[in-house]
T-cell receptor
Framework: GNSVTQMEGPVTLSEEAFLTINCTYT??????LFWYVQYPGEGLQLLLK?????DKGSNKGFEATYRKETTSFHLEKGSVQVSDSAVYFC????????????FGQGTELSVKP | EAGVAQSPRYKIIEKRQSVAFWCNPI?????LYWYQQILGQGPKLLIQ????????DSQLPKDRFSAERLKGVDSTLKIQPAKLEDSAVYLC??????????????FGPGTRLLVL
């Protein structure tokens, strides 16, 4: 079946450190891939997405590249800030299945000053 | 543009009681989703509507959960009777449609349910 696996958290970094959160997927066909972020006390927000192989999604300094050969969509940021502290969810949607999202379990990021 | 609205934000009930959640999607969004997010897990789809028709309810526990989207706009999700394992955040999301950029889902703040 379709599934998403994320690296376990929590991840704790110092401000200005480099961030990588790993995400791999299993899917039939050619899924679209997403990163959502959930700040404390708020709802899920779309961070970035990619819809085909080798596409790079980017937003707010975050990037992720759709790697079909390794079935991965790792999230990266060159220099994290305290305000990036949140829970990050990797997700996929499979064509012709109504657009429903299948989420990973989430990775909590804590950035210390 | 107003986002997805949900109410109530918090609800505490005892097991075997009933509860209902309400969602108002972004204006013009044809597709509406209800997800259940148990603590420490990612959200899982319960039911999906396209206008006022059900597209996918395969993961909805139909013996206790029900949902409707009358007139293709607002939606309600009901649990009757509630069990302890229903404690979770219930998220509503909406999208313009089902393909390309129209499939991007926008989430409401969620309703946090605690069943005692």
């Amino acid at each position: 079946g379709n599934s998403v696996t994320q690296m376990e958290g929590p991840v704790t970094l110092s401000e200005e450190a480099f961030l990588t959160i790993n995400c791999t997927y299993t899917a039939t066909g050619y899924p679209s891939l997403f990163w959502y972020v959930q700040y404390p006390g708020e709802g899920l927000q779309l961070l970035l997405k990619a819809t085909k192989a080798d596409d790079k999604g980017s937003n707010k300094g975050f990037e992720a590249t759709y790697r079909k050969e390794t079935t991965s969509f790792h999230l990266e940021k060159g220099s994290v800030q305290v305000s990036d502290s949140a829970v990050y969810f990797c997700a996929l949607s499979v064509p012709n299945q109504g657009g429903k999202l299948i989420f990973g379990q989430g990775t909590e990021l804590s950035v210390k000053p | 543009e107003a986002g997805v609205a949900q109410s109530p934000r918090y609800k505490i009930i005892e097991k075997r009681q009933s509860v209902a959640f309400w969602c108002n999607p972004i204006s013009g969004h044809a597709t509406l989703y209800w997800y259940q997010q148990i603590l420490g897990q990612g959200p899982k789809l319960l039911i999906q509507f396209q206008n006022n028709g059900v597209v996918d309810d395969s993961q909805l526990p139909k013996d206790r959960f029900s949902a409707e989207r009358l007139k293709g706009v607002d939606s309600t999700l009901k649990i009757q009777p509630a069990k302890l394992e229903d404690s979770a955040v219930y998220l509503c999301a909406s999208s313009l449609g089902l393909a390309g950029d129209r499939e991007t889902q926008y989430f409401g703040p969620g309703t946090r349910l605690l069943v005692l």
